[in-house]
């Protein structure tokens, strides 16, 4: 059972990492416009980052 | 609220119109911003935003430009001397429906904090969610010993701070009730967390069997999520509905020494001179100083009929000027206007509509003071049977838990959700929360005529009874014309391939007609006692006059809006009651419900009269809904049971209704009408379902057989159930 003091840090940092980033993610803006985003990649103009 | 434009209007961009709003939004709108909105309904691919973006960058002072597809907008970043009116002209040159918005209006939903911190929360509680539930695997297969202190000292460590976190919500607003002497659906909710995780944490420290950090953020995950749900169907349709009303920026055309200057409207005083253009509206209340003109005072009074204005003349805010360019002295502008009296009649009319109970605040007056009742029960009844309080204790942790109402927080929300995405995209927007279940119990329509069940555009008859040289005459002057009955000629003779005669000099003389030449005679298309040579007939009409000939008349009949007429019919056969209530005269009304169908009439209604007639039903105990458009109707759509108007009506119609039309049609009405009858069966389903899973696991709980593991599964499946139970609404 030794293992488990390895693998239940190891899981939550993994899913603090996951949450980390969904914050990061919520302020940028990222889930401001996603039909926009859906679309844009489409497009033949440069645009290779959300304008702010 | 006064707040007041018709956004159909033949300008090319119906915010580039003078209009009055309320003055909190017209100081908002003074015109320092270097950051623009605009509103682009059109929109749909990714050339469209590349087109956007390319033609408004493109413009010179614009320094950024970004288009939201989902939002339907575009944020412009220019210098002070770009004008928004500059880039809707240039957009809808291009081919692009765009809009000015009012950013000040809009700044609320565009950074939606509350939304962001929910869905903040409810991640922050996803994540402990598995993580603890994952330990608690563990323990449910049968750790034991150091393992099983372990597992819930971790489970600890996880549940306590992100409870403290993404309780927030429901901690702040049980206190707040505490605090008035009130219970809500809150207090039990906090109590349970609070005791679960209290207890769970004490039975850890003496190595407990039970602890309950599972359940307790479970609880909050699920709640969160029905929240949230909650606050995205309100927030859509309020930042809808504040769209609607940023799209009407109010601006006035002041006369100056040295010529014109555009001003806010909230910024006109009394003496000041207002130029008000064909096509514009009267921003303020005052007397015609130079011009002749015709008004349309049907958003004010219902009457179809457009009125004529000379100098001298007194004229009101909210009336259109339809064929010459006025000036009018301001006797009264803003909060002054004769609309103050309208707002006070909805100031009355709110005070008097009886406090709805919607479904959910009657669920949990049953529903907080019994759990409480249950809990304290069971926890002495354990006390008095063992005389041990950490028993005791634990059971009433477990009654909290099993009752909390994860379902019941789900079962509104999750059904209001489907139902309201259903009718925006049937056209419908909802904008207040109980406005469906208020739907559902409709048995009395009530319906304005001018504008709701017509469009407001005059339909000429008998053009075919026009020998062919008067129909190409008359196409030639009402060409020349912008006024209302003189387009809607023109459309129905081109319609009929009729090509305009060669018609000199012609000139409109506002107030009055329209004349010119033909073949060295004069011709004349207006007003009976102007044209001349015949008598005036008692309905709407036009008279063309050619040279000494008699003059002949052109009747008009009210266009029906489209679906009006299989509305009433249906909603007859569904034998609803069904009343016309106009402001326009008897004649006029009594011929229109004639030829729709409606027995039940009132005409000639003040917005007074119109207000105390729902009222009438009301006391009767009629269930009323109302369908109107104009500002003599916002008392009675406020003094209504539930209330609809259309997308063109006036800002202050839409803010006082319910639900908006988002489109031209009206037959979306009669789909609300079944939706939200539907929706309300679902969310009474869905208590049903949620009484029955608490009616099963009580005992259990009372009985201390609920170990963690049957709450968890109680908790999850009933909430489940609920979810797709809301997502068969049809």
């Known amino acids: 059972m030794d293992v488990l003091g390895i693998l239940i840090p190891a899981s939550l940092l993994l899913g603090g990492v996951g949450l980390a980033a969904f914050w990061w993610m919520l302020r940028k803006g990222q889930f401001d416009d996603p039909d926009g985003d859906a679309h844009r990649i489409l497009r033949e103009d440069y645009d290779d980052k959300p304008k702010r | 609220m006064t707040a007041f434009a018709d956004p159909q209007r033949p300008s090319a961009c119906p915010a580039c119109d003078a209009a009055p709003l309320a003055e909190e939004i017209a100081a908002r709108a003074a015109p320092k911003d270097a950051r623009l909105m605009l509103a682009l309904p059109g929109i749909h691919c990714a050339g469209c935003i590349s087109g956007v973006e390319r033609i408004l960058t493109g413009l010179p002072g614009v320094r950024d430009a970004r288009v939201n597809l989902t939002l339907r907008r575009a944020a412009v970043e220019a210098g002070p001397e770009v004008e928004a009116e500059a880039l809707c002209a240039a957009l809808n040159e291009a081919g692009y429906e765009a809009h000015e918005l009012d950013p000040g209006v809009l700044a609320s939903t565009e950074i939606d904090a509350r939304g962001r911190a929910l869905l903040m929360g409810l991640a922050v509680a996803v994540f402990a969610m598995m993580n603890v539930m994952l330990l608690s695997v563990a323990v449910w297969s049968g750790a034991e010993g150091v393992t099983r202190d372990m597992m819930h000292w971790i489970s600890a460590a996880i549940a306590i701070p992100a409870v403290i976190f993404c309780g927030q919500p429901f901690y702040t607003s049980a206190f707040t009730a505490l605090r008035g002497g009130r219970l809500n659906m809150d207090v039990p909710i906090t109590l349970a967390i609070a005791l679960a995780v209290g207890t769970s944490l004490y039975e850890t420290m003496l190595s407990g069997d039970h602890a309950y950090f599972d359940a307790a953020i479970a609880l909050c995950t699920f709640l969160l999520a029905g929240r949230y749900l909650d606050h995205r169907t309100r927030a859509n349709a309020r930042s809808a509905a504040q769209e609607l009303a940023a799209l009407e920026v109010p601006r006035a055309l002041r006369l100056t020494g040295q010529g014109t200057e555009t001003v806010a409207a909230a910024d006109l005083r009394p003496g000041d001179l207002v130029r008000v253009l064909p096509g514009g509206r009267i921003p303020v209340d005052g007397r015609v100083t130079d011009g002749h003109t015709e008004l349309d005072r049907s958003v004010m009074t219902g009457e179809t009929l457009p009125a004529v204005a000379a100098p001298g003349d007194a004229v009101h805010a909210g009336e259109a000027n ?37 479904l959910a605040d009657a669920a949990a007056k049953l529903y907080a003071p019994g759990v409480h009742i ?301 939706t939200a009858r539907s929706a309300r069966s679902r969310i009474k389903e869905n208590f049903t379902i949620a009484s029955v899973y608490n009616v099963l696991a009580v005992p259990l709980a009372v009985a201390g057989l609920c170990s963690p593991l049957i709450a968890a599964l109680a908790m999850s499946s009933s909430s489940l159930t609920v979810s797709l139970n809301a997502l068969r609404l049809r």
């Open chain 2, 322 to 358: 339809l064929t010459g360019p006025i000036t009018v002295e301001v006797q009264a502008a803003g909060r002054d206007t004769e609309l103050a009296r309208i707002a006070d009649l909805i100031a009355v009319a709110e005070a008097g509509r009886n406090n709805y109970t919607s």
């Open chain 2, 374 to 674: 249950i809990a304290v029960l069971a926890a002495a009844g354990w006390w008095l049977a063992t005389m041990d309080v950490r028993v005791a204790l634990n059971i009433a942790a477990a009654v909290l838990i099993i009752t909390c109402p994860c379902a019941l927080g789900l079962a509104v929300p999750a059904v209001t959700t489907a139902a309201s995405g259903r009718l925006f995209r049937k056209g419908l927007l909802i904008k207040k929360g109980t406005a469906l279940e208020r739907l559902a119990e409709v048995d009395t329509v009530v319906f304005d005529k001018t504008g709701t069940l017509t469009d407001g555009a005059p339909e000429p008859l008998g053009l075919d009874q026009l020998d062919e040289a008067s129909s190409r005459v008359a196409l030639a002057l009402s060409q020349g014309s912008a006024h209302p009955l003189a387009q809607a000629m023109a459309r129905g003779l081109a319609a009929r391939g009729i090509t305009a005669a060669r018609v000199d000099c012609v000139v409109e003389q506002p107030g009055f007609g329209v004349e010119g030449t033909w073949r060295g005679k004069p011709v004349r298309l207006g007003r009976a006692g102007w044209v001349g040579g015949g008598d005036a007939v008692a309905t709407t009409a036009t008279y063309l006059r050619i040279a000494d000939a008699p003059a002949q008349a052109i009747r008009f009949a009210d266009t029906l809006r489209d679906g009006a007429a299989e509305l009433v019919a249906d909603l007859q056969a569904e034998g609803k009651r069904v009343v016309l209530l106009s402001g326009d005269v008897e004649a006029a009304v009594a011929a229109f419900a004639t030829r729709i169908g409606i027995t039940e009439v009132i005409s000639e209604a003040r917005p007074e009269a119109k207000a105390n007639a729902i009222s009438a039903l009301a006391s009767n105990g009629a269930k009323v809904l109302m369908v109107g458009d104009g500002m003599n109707d916002t008392a009675a759509l406020t003094a209504a049971h539930v209330s609809i108007s259309p997308a063109s009506a006036l800002e202050a119609a839409r803010s006082a209704s319910d639900m908006v039309l988002t489109g031209q049609s009206l037959a979306p009405i009669l789909d609300a009408m079944t």
